[in-house]
């Protein structure tokens, strides 16, 4: 009678070690996929700021042209800064220089609504700083910005 008890255990033990096994297993394979869920939903996150960053630069920009076609030089000052703080949150060398050029160009705006310069003495700078930053903020604006910057190689096929 000892002997089937044995052999019952011995069987048990193993059916607990399978049954063990099977679980850490299911439990890890669980971790894992809830791991790679929170990846996910944490770069999905990121591309939906992304585009409402580059959106509301958009708009700051718009907004800061229009103002300086007004000549309203100190809300242009303002709104410069807007688009170089915007420019600030994203980790992209192109950015970083066009935020240190924006925040001089706003100083210079600044000085312009004190009357201590003239806007024709900026004007060539500034045009062409309007010019980097529309185009900058033209690759990565709309539906598809990585199609946008990359060359468009169909374009050759088609008759």
């Known amino acids: ?11 048990r033990r193993g059916i607990d070690r399978f049954w063990a096994r099977n679980r850490i297993s299911a439990i890890a394979k669980k971790t894992v996929g809830a791991n790679q869920a929170a990846v996910d939903a ?4 990121r591309q939906q700021y992304a585009r409402y960053a580059i959106a509301q630069l958009n708009r700051f920009f718009s907004e800061a042209r229009l103002l300086i076609s007004n000549e309203e030089w100190k809300h242009a000052s303002l709104r410069l800064n807007d688009v170089a703080e915007l420019l600030a949150q994203f980790p992209d060398d192109e950015f970083d220089r066009l935020e240190v050029r924006l925040r001089e160009m706003a ?3 600044l000085r312009i609504g004190a009357a201590e310069i003239q806007f024709r003495s900026i004007q060539s700078k500034w045009r062409k700083l309007e010019q980097e930053v529309g185009k900058c903020i033209s690759r990565r604006h709309g539906p598809f910005p990585q199609r946008q910057e990359t060359e468009n190689v169909d374009e050759e096929r088609i008759p």
Not at 2 to 10: K, L, Q, S, V
Not at 42 to 45: P, R, W, Y
Request: hydrophobic share 40%; glycine share 12%.
């Open 1 to 11: 009678m000892a002997r089937c008890d044995c052999g019952f255990r011995i069987v």
């Open 107 to 109: 100083g210079q705006f």
């Open 42 to 45: 944490l770069n999905e996150s």
